[in-house]
């Protein structure tokens, strides 16, 4: 008798305690309801299209920062942009993963899907960086489903055997959308203002609501208990907090020290309660057990610091394109394609691997060491790659780093979905896409907080920077010869520590992924 067969003679709680309790993959065998590759390409347009729009979201609006900035003059709250969209979807996930298990995944698309476009018009209309910030927070809410879903769609309707398959089709669809983001974003916003990087949402919005129509719609195991809105409230209450008080700490003062220290015990208290009720609900908006399981665990920690690389990346490098290098919008848009294209490269080629191997863990750990490496060289290297190869020498090292940056996230994607249960992929899947939203959120907020860290020890500095973002490099031509020496050092400094703290998230992956249990699926 086998050892699956022994667990099922014993009882169906001992099959469950050990599906939990193992970083074994679960045995699922292939059936005649599995449906055949060919059919399943009617499936992957309303699932790849809503991932192609959350994936464009943040590389078009990438291209758009430095106009926004110029338009609302508050250049220090810039990443508010990023920071309140990533906030919105993070808290807007695990509600997305839930719900959509209880109620029907394609169901919950097309309110994700809906209000998304609607946040998408607001955003084009706002009138000030507070009316934008608002409109991205629900915005996220929509878009906080996008990713959740599709991915528990695309595990709903794609047989285990074949996830790696499925993930590298959308592995591809990431790169598409990556390298489209940027080229739309800077074109768009030379010849159509920055709002425009928002209507374009609301075409591919409507095309993604029609095709998710064509969906198959499964049965819904409704299971008992009410959803868990404490569990919600409670991580709200541990991330917002969070968050501002890292923001809080970019002009390092006394005056700030108070409100980010309260910021801060809040959210750890939040945090401390959240844990502890989680383990009591009857329906925990987390899935606890499953992620105390130490590949689970770690998939998620890798999302995270995957998330944080990323979207820090493609909100510095604009910034310094516009600021230092003097390029205009639809130039960053060009200039930011080759990080975006070898990122979805790089994650292409991951999924392929995995295919191909069965492998896991060697992929992200070899390619997080070297990204590592990479971002400290990019740190202490940027200004004479631009001394050399003008704009193009900031993103061709970023180009080269990302190649290698792209491992970790299919890999975190393929482990939580291989681990779930079938009737936990909705949660699994949400657990990934949140743990990339807070790392997303984070890091972009803790390395644009190090950029005018250094950047606020000079007032004068931090006033003609903020001058060189709205009207580029030609701000220093009215500076004296010694002070225009003392700001670009400056300058140089802040992007150099903004960069070393990037690298910090890659040298916590190579960690994560070099101790990963589960090797091969």
């Given at each position: 008798m086998s050892g699956h067969a022994r667990l099922l003679a014993k009882g169906p709680g001992l099959?469950?305690?050990?599906?939990?309790?193992?970083?074994?993959?679960?045995?699922?065998?292939?059936?005649?309801e599995e449906p055949a590759w060919p059919s399943l390409w009617r499936i992957f347009p309303p699932i790849l299209l809503p991932i192609f729009l959350a994936v464009v979201d943040g590389t078009i609006v990438a291209a758009a920062l430095p106009a926004m900035a110029g338009a609302f003059g508050d250049v220090e709250r810039v990443s508010w942009v990023v920071a309140s969209y990533l906030v919105a979807s993070t808290v807007a996930a695990p509600v997305y993963g839930r719900l959509g298990d209880a109620f029907g995944r394609r169901r919950l698309l097309l309110v994700a899907l809906v209000l998304f476009v609607v946040a998408s018009v607001l955003c084009a209309l706002a009138q000030g960086i507070l009316s934008l910030t608002a409109a991205r927070v629900l915005q996220g809410f929509g878009g906080g489903g996008l990713m959740v879903l599709s991915q528990a769609l695309l595990g709903e309707n794609v047989p285990r055997r074949q996830l790696g398959r499925a993930q590298g089709i959308l592995a591809a669809v990431i790169v598409v959308s990556s390298t489209f983001g940027p080229v739309a974003g800077g074109v768009l916003t030379q010849f159509f203002g920055w709002p425009s990087v928002f209507l374009i949402n609301l075409p591919l919005g409507a095309l993604a609501m029609l095709l998710a129509l064509r969906l198959p719609v499964h049965p819904v195991r409704r299971t008992r208990g009410s959803f868990d809105w404490p569990g919600l409230l409670l991580f709200a209450g541990?991330?917002?907090?969070?968050?501002?008080?890292?923001?809080?700490?970019?002009?390092?003062?006394?005056a700030t020290l108070v409100g980010t220290a309260a910021s801060l015990g809040v959210s750890l208290l939040c945090l401390v309660l959240l844990l502890r009720f989680e383990q009591r609900a009857v329906q925990p908006l987390f899935p606890l057990e499953m992620l105390r399981r130490p590949a689970m665990w770690r998939a998620n920690a890798m999302a995270v610091c995957s998330g944080a690389l990323l979207v820090s990346e493609v909100t510095l490098l604009p910034i310094h394109l516009q600021a230092v290098d003097g390029a205009s919008a639809a130039q960053i848009g060009l200039l930011m394609l080759p990080l975006t294209a070898t990122v979805g490269m790089g994650s292409?080629?991951?999924?392929?691997?995995?295919?191909?191997?069965?492998?896991?863990?060697?992929?992200?750990?070899?390619?997080?060491?070297?990204?590592?490496?990479?971002?400290?060289?990019?740190?202490?290297?940027?200004?004479?790659?631009g001394a050399v190869l003008g704009p193009w020498g900031l993103p061709a090292m970023l180009a080269l780093v990302a190649v290698f940056q792209g491992s970790a996230m299919p890999v975190a994607q393929v482990t939580a979905q291989a681990l779930a249960p079938p009737a936990?992929?909705?949660?699994?899947?949400?657990?990934?896409?949140?743990?990339?939203?807070?790392?997303?959120?984070?890091?972009?907020?803790?390395?644009?907080?190090?950029?005018?860290?250094?950047?606020?020890?000079?007032?004068?500095?931090?006033?003609?920077?903020?001058?060189?973002?709205?009207?580029?490099?030609?701000?220093?031509?009215?500076?004296?010869?010694?002070?225009?020496?003392?700001?670009v050092a400056r300058i140089d400094a802040g992007f150099s520590i903004a960069f070393m703290a990037v690298a910090a998230f890659a040298v916590m992956n190579a960690l994560l992924a070099w101790t990963l249990p589960l090797r091969r699926i």
């Amino acid at each position: 008798m086998s050892g699956h067969a022994r667990l099922l003679a014993k009882g169906p709680g001992l099959v469950h305690l050990a599906l939990m309790t193992s970083d074994a993959v679960p045995d699922t065998p292939a059936s005649a309801e599995e449906p055949a590759w060919p059919s399943l390409w009617r499936i992957f347009p309303p699932i790849l299209l809503p991932i192609f729009l959350a994936v464009v979201d943040g590389t078009i609006v990438a291209a758009a920062l430095p106009a926004m900035a110029g338009a609302f003059g508050d250049v220090e709250r810039v990443s508010w942009v990023v920071a309140s969209y990533l906030v919105a979807s993070t808290v807007a996930a695990p509600v997305y993963g839930r719900l959509g298990d209880a109620f029907g995944r394609r169901r919950l698309l097309l309110v994700a899907l809906v209000l998304f476009v609607v946040a998408s018009v607001l955003c084009a209309l706002a009138q000030g960086i507070l009316s934008l910030t608002a409109a991205r927070v629900l915005q996220g809410f929509g878009g906080g489903g996008l990713m959740v879903l599709s991915q528990a769609l695309l595990g709903e309707n794609v047989p285990r055997r074949q996830l790696g398959r499925a993930q590298g089709i959308l592995a591809a669809v990431i790169v598409v959308s990556s390298t489209f983001g940027p080229v739309a974003g800077g074109v768009l916003t030379q010849f159509f203002g920055w709002p425009s990087v928002f209507l374009i949402n609301l075409p591919l919005g409507a095309l993604a609501m029609l095709l998710a129509l064509r969906l198959p719609v499964h049965p819904v195991r409704r299971t008992r208990g009410s959803f868990d809105w404490p569990g919600l409230l409670l991580f709200a209450g541990f991330v917002v907090p969070l968050l501002l008080a890292l923001e809080q700490v970019q002009p390092v003062d006394a005056a700030t020290l108070v409100g980010t220290a309260a910021s801060l015990g809040v959210s750890l208290l939040c945090l401390v309660l959240l844990l502890r009720f989680e383990q009591r609900a009857v329906q925990p908006l987390f899935p606890l057990e499953m992620l105390r399981r130490p590949a689970m665990w770690r998939a998620n920690a890798m999302a995270v610091c995957s998330g944080a690389l990323l979207v820090s990346e493609v909100t510095l490098l604009p910034i310094h394109l516009q600021a230092v290098d003097g390029a205009s919008a639809a130039q960053i848009g060009l200039l930011m394609l080759p990080l975006t294209a070898t990122v979805g490269m790089g994650s292409l080629v991951t999924g392929w691997l995995v295919t191909r191997t069965g492998r896991l863990a060697i992929f992200p750990a070899v390619g997080q060491t070297a990204a590592a490496l990479g971002l400290l060289l990019v740190a202490f290297g940027h200004h004479q790659a631009g001394a050399v190869l003008g704009p193009w020498g900031l993103p061709a090292m970023l180009a080269l780093v990302a190649v290698f940056q792209g491992s970790a996230m299919p890999v975190a994607q393929v482990t939580a979905q291989a681990l779930a249960p079938p009737a936990m992929l909705g949660a699994a899947a949400a657990s990934v896409q949140l743990s990339r939203s807070v790392g997303s959120a984070a890091g972009v907020t803790v390395v644009i907080g190090a950029l005018f860290a250094i950047l606020g020890q000079d007032s004068a500095a931090a006033a003609v920077f903020a001058d060189m973002v709205r009207h580029g490099p030609a701000a220093l031509a009215a500076l004296p010869d010694a002070i225009r020496a003392t700001t670009v050092a400056r300058i140089d400094a802040g992007f150099s520590i903004a960069f070393m703290a990037v690298a910090a998230f890659a040298v916590m992956n190579a960690l994560l992924a070099w101790t990963l249990p589960l090797r091969r699926i």
